[in-house]
């Protein structure tokens, strides 16, 4: 079955200091990974996807992600992390079983503190 | 310019009354969804429409129904609220299946009392 994880529901980081939240995926075939961030009361908006190509994909904010075939992760990444950055992030996978549907992982909070 | 804009922003309602949440999208994407997002954050695909075609249709009560009149537009109506219909509502769209983004409205509170 395709499925996305996200084993932390939250993560603690001081500012400044570099950032990681952790996803992991179970789909058939070449995946197509997604990030998003959604802050309080707001819709969500997209960081950044891997589609093919290069393993280190560089998006929105000065986030990250590393694409681990081996591993079937796609963690998100900051070099330095800020207050700002204090969100729900969402990873998510196409499914290309089922009308190309997005699989998406339960979330996780980051929080910043100064 | 809002990409993506979904009205009302907020929905409070009795039981058992009729409600509809209008959906609006101008980046000409050829694909639009409804979410519903619960009180724990979990996100749970409703709808999604491809050029006004039903393409994704969950298994949600037929209570709720989606009408696409156009590409552009993506509604929703919802019959006979229950309590377990509050959460909030996010129309999305996107391009370009399978690659494509999705960008996402701001969401509709329904509370239902």
């Known amino acids: 079955a395709q499925s996305v994880a996200q084993p932390e529901d939250q993560v603690n980081v001081a500012e400044g200091n570099p950032l990681t939240v952790k996803c992991t995926y179970s789909v058939s075939g070449n995946p197509y990974l997604f990030w998003y961030v959604q802050y309080p009361n707001r819709g969500l908006q997209f960081l950044l996807k891997?589609?093919?190509?290069d393993n280190l994909v560089k998006g929105s904010y000065g986030f990250e992600a590393e694409f681990n075939k081996s591993q079937t992760s796609f963690h998100l990444k900051k070099p330095s992390a800020l207050v700002s950055d204090s969100a729900l992030y969402f990873c998510?996978?196409?499914?290309?079983?089922?009308?190309?549907?997005?699989?998406w992982g339960a979330g996780t909070k980051l929080i910043i503190k100064p | 310019d809002t990409a993506v804009s979904q009205t009302p922003k907020y929905l409070v309602t009795q039981m058992g009354n009729d409600k509809s949440i209008k959906c609006e999208q101008n980046?000409?994407?050829?694909?639009m969804y409804w979410y519903k997002q619960d009180s724990k954050k979990f996100l749970k695909i409703m709808f999604s429409y491809n050029n006004k075609e039903l393409i994704i249709n969950e298994t949600v009560p037929n209570r709720f129904s989606p009408k696409s009149p156009d590409k552009a537009h993506l509604n929703l109506h919802i019959n006979s609220l229950e309590l377990g219909d509050s959460a909030v509502y996010f129309c999305a769209s996107s391009l370009g299946q399978p690659t494509g983004e999705l960008f996402f409205g701001e969401g509709s509170r329904l509370t239902v009392l």
């Open positions: 980046l000409g994407h050829d694909t």
């Open positions: 998510a996978v196409r499914d290309m079983t089922s009308n190309y549907q997005l699989i």
């Open positions: 891997y589609i093919t190509g």
